[in-house]
């Protein structure tokens, strides 16, 4: 890290410049790396590095799962149930005789699964109704943003909620669900970036110059207008995975068989004063990926807000 | 794109054409803009009732001929951008009608404008703005071929955009650069190749210098003049509010006030024979780049300030403010009057002396 940030101010590496015709404004010198400069102030911070590192642990887990566990997550074994932490079963076993350690990596891949699924359709249909929306105004504003109003108006878990109920358990609704409850914040953000790049005169360069409609929103509207839903995404991440705990927790999230930190805490919950490992191990992991992804996303907005720049 | 212009000029050539017969341009006039009003509405309330109108542009008339640059000036406010931006379409301008290269654009639909768009380009005043910051410099000054898909290949393509690069004095090895890697003057050179990848017959400037160094106005005005002399016809809309640079470029200058044109003639009779009292006011607020006269030149000071679009004066907008206004300037509209070869006013007191001449 230290010779990125010497890097940084010397380098002037590009083509010369030759004098080309009449004479050149000013000495254009290659400034600062932009990408670089968004390093040094990403890994600027102690807790943001930590954040990093649990997402790479959590899906080095996620991927390897089946190698990391110990034991098969899904096997029963009532011989063996309600087992305390031992060299076999580190973190002892359930109700139902299997080895919690196994079901905590495996809870990993669920955890990454409805969070990355969930932040991929929400971002992408909200990026595109809040574009559409910023962009044509009018009628198209009006229902798209009065739709997301109506939605807005539940507390997000309380509309997953209901939506998980309505469409049942599983991991496909569960993704389903969270998307539809997250999907106005990605719509209210783009759709308010989008007027404000609209401003821009590039934009009215755009239309004196003939492209369509669809070219300025693709082209030259979305580059300009993605950042902040780039931010949102990485601390909705956090959120979503809370929300997916929650609705696991209260058995419409994942169903039985599959593996998820939420419904492992809610049954270990009836032997929390004799293996309280049952539920605070699955408990810890939420809080700490939760928290973990929360530090990234406070990262990512401080090096990419542009009124930041030079504070930092 | 040359054939096409030769039909619609041999069309239009002959005034029994029913279709063009209505106030028929002369031939080499490429611009004709008549009656021009562009109102923006005010709108309040969640149901956004309209509850008043800006009126930008109220009625303005003027003609260009080709290979011509017809400088606007005026104070912010005026309109002056506003008439740009509905010769160029980008405003849908409220009412009014303009002919570019004999043809009524005004109303026409944006499907059937938009093959026309090439040949009318904009430059506009923030070097900053006006250049998507995440497009390189080549492929900021290639949108227009792409958009009109006026090239062939990628070299072909490539090509062009390198001769834009050249031709407004700018290294295309600088083609993948970012504009924010830019200076200022250099922004701006960038928009003018935008502007020239059109191969346009009309260019407005919006303010082209305004945003820019001394020093390196006189470098895009020098680049602009330039340009004009080595194309055939190539004819600028020059929009500044610093009446010396204007002056500088222009072959004939218009004054704009509160949305109206006040006077149209050439730099030399605007100098030497201001009419208008509103661009005797103007001319008197030029700066004299030696301080001895500076210091003991006389100037006409206004009194008050510019009324307020939305709520205009009745009759002569500037009656308000003019050392001369009578009674009848409260409550007659002037209209530009000839006064001279290639010299219009709009103001009463103009009429009236030329009244009493003839008496």
Same mark, same amino acid.
């Given at each position: 890290?230290?010779?990125?940030?010497?890097?940084?101010?010397?380098? $002037?590496?590009?083509?010369? $410049?030759?004098?080309?015709?009449?004479?050149?404004?000013?000495?254009?010198?290659?400034?600062?790396?932009?990408?670089?400069?968004? *390093?040094?102030?990403?890994?600027?911070? =102690? *807790?943001?590095?930590?954040?990093?590192?649990?997402?790479?642990?959590?899906?080095?887990?996620?991927?390897?799962?089946?190698?990391?566990a110990t034991h098969d997550p899904y096997r029963n074994d009532m011989s063996k149930a309600l087992r305390s932490p031992s060299s076999e079963h580190w973190l002892g076993t359930d109700s139902l005789g299997r080895d919690t350690f196994s079901r905590l990596v495996y809870g990993a891949r669920t955890a990454l699964i409805v969070g990355f699924g969930t932040v991929a359709v929400a971002s992408v249909v909200g990026m595109i109704l809040g574009l559409l929306a910023g962009f044509l105004g009018g009628w198209v504003?009006?229902?798209?943003?009065?739709?997301?109003?109506?939605?807005?108006?539940?507390?997000?878990?309380? @509309?997953?909620?209901?939506?998980?109920?309505? @469409?049942?358990?599983?991991?496909?609704?569960?993704?389903?669900?969270?998307?539809?409850?997250?999907?106005?914040?990605?719509?209210? *953000?783009?759709?308010?970036?989008? *007027?404000?790049? =609209?401003?821009?005169?590039y934009i009215m360069a755009q239309r004196a110059m003939g492209a369509k409609s669809l070219r300025t929103m693709v082209k030259h509207i979305l580059p300009n207008a993605f950042q902040p839903t780039l931010v949102l995404v990485t601390s909705m991440l956090g959120n979503v995975i809370l929300a997916e705990a929650g609705l696991s927790f209260l058995g419409i999230g994942i169903k039985p068989p599959g593996v998820a930190w939420g419904s492992m805490t809610a049954d270990g919950y009836r032997f929390l004063e004799a293996h309280p490992q049952l539920s605070f191990a699955p408990a810890l992991c939420i809080m700490v990926v939760v928290f973990a992804f929360n530090m990234v996303g406070d990262g990512l907005r401080d090096a990419l807000d542009p009124k930041l720049r030079g504070v930092l | 794109m040359n054939e096409a212009r030769a039909t619609e000029t041999r069309l239009v050539g002959r005034p029994q054409d029913a279709e063009v017969s209505v106030a028929v341009p002369a031939n080499?006039?490429?611009?004709?803009?008549?009656?021009?009003?562009?109102?923006?509405?005010?709108?309040?309330?969640?149901?956004?009732?309209?509850?008043?109108?800006?009126?930008?542009?109220?009625?303005?008339?003027?003609?260009?001929?080709?290979?011509?640059?017809?400088?606007?000036?005026?104070?912010?406010?005026?309109?002056?951008?506003? %008439?740009?931006?509905?010769?160029?379409?980008?405003?849908?301008?409220?009412?009014?009608?303009?002919?570019?290269?004999?043809?009524?654009?005004s109303k026409l639909a944006e499907k059937e404008f938009r093959p026309l768009r090439r040949h009318?380009?904009?430059?506009?005043?923030?070097?900053?703005?006006?250049?998507?910051?995440?497009?390189?410099?080549?492929s900021i000054v290639g949108e227009p071929l792409e958009i009109h898909k006026m090239v062939r290949s990628k070299a072909e393509y490539r090509e062009r955009v390198a001769g834009l690069f050249a031709k407004v004095g700018l290294d295309p090895a600088l083609m993948s650069r970012y504009p924010h890697e830019f200076s200022g003057g250099q922004r701006q050179r960038i928009g003018i190749a935008r502007a020239l990848a059109g191969d346009p017959s009309l260019i407005i400037c919006d303010e082209p210098v305004s945003a820019l160094d001394v020093s390196i106005q006189a470098q895009i005005i020098n680049l602009l003049m330039d340009?004009?002399?080595?194309?055939?016809?190539?004819?600028?809309?020059?929009?500044?509010?610093?009446?010396?640079?204007?002056?500088?470029?222009?072959?004939?200058?218009?004054?704009?006030?509160?949305?109206? %044109?006040?006077?149209?003639?050439t730099p030399a009779e605007l100098y030497s024979n201001p009419i208008h009292p509103y661009t005797r006011a103007l001319l008197s607020a030029v700066c004299v780049p030696d301080?001895?006269?500076?210091?003991?030149?006389?100037r006409i000071v206004l009194e008050g300030e510019v009324p307020s679009p939305v709520n205009p004066p009745s009759g002569c907008t500037f009656h308000a403010r003019c050392p001369e206004a009578t009674p009848a300037c409260k409550t007659t509209v002037p209209k530009l009057t000839m006064v001279a070869e290639d010299h219009e006013v709009a103001c009463l007191r103009v009429a009236e002396a030329a009244v009493k001449e003839e008496q």
């Open positions: 890290m230290s010779d990125v940030s010497e890097q940084v101010f010397v380098d $002037q590496s590009g083509p010369d $410049q030759v004098p080309y015709g009449r004479p050149l404004d000013a000495e254009v010198a290659r400034p600062v790396s932009e990408w670089r400069r968004f *390093l040094r102030i990403f890994f600027q911070r =102690k *807790l943001v590095v930590f954040g990093v590192a649990v997402l790479v642990v959590l899906v080095v887990v996620a991927i390897f799962a089946p190698w990391i504003n009006a229902i798209i943003m009065r739709v997301m109003d109506a939605l807005m108006g539940f507390p997000m878990l309380v @509309l997953a909620l209901l939506l998980a109920a309505v @469409l049942g358990a599983g991991i496909h609704n569960v993704i389903i669900a969270l998307s539809i409850a997250t999907l106005p914040a990605y719509t209210r *953000l783009m759709c308010g970036e989008t *007027l404000s790049v =609209k401003e821009n005169e | 080499d006039v490429i611009l004709k803009v008549e009656d021009l009003r562009m109102y923006f509405p005010i709108t309040r309330g969640l149901l956004k009732r309209k509850v008043g109108e800006v009126k930008a542009v109220d009625g303005v008339s003027f003609t260009i001929r080709r290979g011509e640059t017809l400088g606007l000036v005026g104070e912010s406010g005026c309109g002056k951008t506003t %008439v740009g931006r509905c010769i160029s379409r980008i405003y849908q301008p409220t009412d009014g009608r303009i002919w570019f290269e004999h043809r009524e654009i009318i380009a904009v430059i506009f005043q923030d070097p900053y703005g006006s250049l998507d910051p995440r497009q390189t410099a080549g340009l004009k002399e080595g194309s055939s016809g190539l004819t600028y809309i020059f929009i500044a509010h610093d009446l010396s640079v204007v002056k500088h470029i222009s072959d004939r200058i218009a004054v704009m006030y509160l949305g109206r %044109v006040v006077e149209i003639t301080p001895d006269i500076e210091a003991t030149r006389e």
